[in-house]
């Protein structure tokens, strides 16, 4: 972590964001209030999900919003944060991702098996080998989730971006203690 600095956002913009936070609680406090006082129906239960649903999804939008602001923020990875009350402190990591789909699947496969017959022939590798690696690759590479794939074609020295589409890097902030 460094000393850094980051610039705050204007004070009617943090205003709102404890404004819309309000609206939410206060949404949670009058459910609650109604839900205390009266004998609910299982039809009544339903609104009551609805509702509490509304306010999830309101805070949802809300916890996006200042987490976008905060990575743009941010200019290191990782921030060092106090509580306005100055007693504790947590810590921000930024981290940032694509969206890739319409993976050419036919077109990286091909690339991954080049890559491995190159690297068997420099190490001396029979065919039958090969062969038996190229096909245990296939599967493993059909039943592997994003991540894991990103990995392997990252220390194959693949550039995977050029096998699918990729959307806009999305920012993310996760807080610690």
Same mark, same amino acid.
């Given at each position: 972590?460094?000393?850094?600095?980051?610039?705050?956002?204007?004070?009617?913009?943090?205003?709102?964001?404890?404004?819309?936070?309000?609206?939410?609680?206060?949404?949670?406090?009058?459910?609650?209030?109604?839900?205390? *006082?009266?004998?609910?129906?299982?039809?009544?239960?339903?609104?009551?999900?609805?509702?509490?649903?509304?306010?999830?999804?309101?805070?949802?939008?809300?916890?996006?919003?200042?987490?976008?602001?905060?990575?743009?923020?941010?200019?290191?990875?990782?921030?060092?944060?106090?509580?306005?009350?100055?007693?504790? *402190?947590?810590?921000? !990591?930024?981290?940032?991702?694509?969206?890739? !789909?319409?993976?050419?699947?036919?077109?990286?496969?091909?690339?991954? !098996?080049?890559?491995?017959?190159?690297?068997?022939?420099?190490?001396?590798?029979?065919?039958?080998?090969?062969?038996?690696?190229?096909?245990?690759?296939?599967?493993?590479?059909?039943?592997?989730?994003?991540?894991? !794939?990103?990995?392997?074609?990252?220390?194959?020295?693949?550039?995977?971006?050029?096998?699918?589409?990729?959307?806009?890097?999305?920012?993310?902030?996760?807080? *610690?203690?």
């Amino acid at each position: 972590m460094t000393d850094q600095q980051v610039s705050s956002p204007p004070v009617e913009v943090v205003a709102s964001w404890l404004q819309s936070l309000r609206q939410v609680v206060d949404g949670a406090d009058q459910i609650l209030e109604w839900a205390q *006082t009266s004998e609910i129906t299982p039809e009544e239960t339903l609104g009551v999900y609805a509702e509490f649903a509304d306010l999830v999804k309101a805070l949802d939008w809300q916890r996006r919003d200042l987490m976008n602001t905060a990575a743009h923020m941010m200019d290191d990875d990782t921030f060092a944060a106090e509580f306005i009350n100055g007693l504790d *402190t947590r810590v921000l !990591r930024k981290s940032a991702s694509r969206p890739r !789909r319409k993976w050419d699947n036919e077109g990286l496969f091909s690339t991954v !098996r080049r890559k491995v017959i190159d690297q068997a022939g420099d190490a001396g590798a029979d065919i039958d080998t090969v062969a038996a690696t190229i096909r245990a690759l296939s599967d493993i590479y059909r039943l592997s989730g994003g991540t894991a !794939r990103l990995t392997v074609l990252r220390e194959m020295d693949i550039d995977y971006d050029e096998y699918c589409e990729t959307g806009e890097v999305q920012f993310r902030v996760e807080v *610690t203690a």
